[in-house]
């Protein structure tokens, strides 16, 4: 029988659960080892030599070597622990988070700083928001 | 008769840990934000508690996938503030209260709560900086927090995580626990995190004030009906990092006028209130109540 999953029609969001978190192990587990500082230094001196270490996928890899937190995402990544690649890079957590929109630093802080995102028209797959499939990518990322 | 006179709740943005770290809260982005805690480091000098049982997540720090407890209860004599990737916050050791917290322990599971007891973690910014704002700027080494403090965790990372409903249960139980400690001390009951956020994909930044205003009215004055809150609305309204919010229902069910699932008592005093958006990318929202 099937499990109860009411949010997957919410759009721009895949939610963390546990067959997320069974696809994404590795690549979860590679991301803690980065809150040693010796093995930060020795991810930053060789990346794609530091991933070998790990029984990640090739699509995982790639990912984590694009910076492209969206793609970690979908291949099994979490926030929390894919924010130590941020904080490796030496990112704030607000970049990070800007980062998945398209929009610049700027831009995102600005939304941000005039009340955040409304959730009109983002709180189901096919309406209009700005999260939406069809708008996206957002900001300066549109122009590309 | 240990006794709980008093519930805190707020936000624990890592970012507001920062800006107190390199001095910033003056800064005009922060100002606001800060503001909103004068109150409440004053009415913490004033109203001292001898233990701070405090429900926070953890954010993939002393818990990684290898393991994912729902309910984690500290029992050690001390936490050390964690490396998040940073580097540890400048705040100082966190001292446990072991007898406590094993009372606690011993007595929620025997309520029918299947709780894991941790005696060995390091703390992060979950933890540490609801401490922060409700105590001000602390030296690690020359100062120290005001009281022992229990570490509760909740995992909010994988879901499912718990429903409100059993957070709300669960608050009851660690009412009664700790209502059966014979020595006469006073302690505080934190709920942490929220308020509205999301940190993933093309919906981050999302923050709703109305929902976020709406919740706090209910989780206030009708606790029963805001323990039904489904997950979806929290997700779907307050954005896939607002389901932290499930954990103020914790501090909440462990309020005096909460007896058997229902509001039978006074309702507690509203001691202060407030709500400032942004920290970062999250709205911030905090309350003090306390027990008539």
Redesign the interface.
Known sequence: MALDK??KD?????????EQ?RK??WL??F??S??K?EN?TRFKANERAYLDEWAMTEEQKKAVLARD??WC?RTGG????L??I???DGL???Q???S???MTEEE?RN???K?????EG???IGEDG????K????GAGKKG | MARITASVYTSHVPAIGAAMDLGKTHEDYWKPLFAGYDFSKQWMKDNKPDVIFLVYNDHATAFSLDMIPTFAIGTAAEYKPADEGYGARPVPVVKGHPELASHIAQSVIQQDFDLTIVNKMDVDHGLTVPLSLMCGEKDPVKDAWPCPVIPFAVNVVQYPVPSGQRCFNLGQAIRKAIESYDEDINVHIWGTGGMSHQLQGARAGLINREWDNNWLDLMINDPVACANVPHIDYVREAGSEGIELVMWLIARGAMADVNNGKVTGPAPKLTHRFYHVPASNTAVGHAILENA
């Open positions: 009411p949010y919410v759009p721009g969001t895949i939610i963390f659960d546990a978190s994404g192990y979860n587990q991301c803690m980065l809150m500082a930060r937190l969206n995402m979490n926030i929390y622990f924010a130590k941020g904080a490796t704030s957590f607000q990070m988070a800007g998945m929109t398209g995102y939304m941000m700083l009340g955040g995102r409304s959730a983002n709180r189901y700005d999260a939406q499939e708008n996206q990518p957002q």
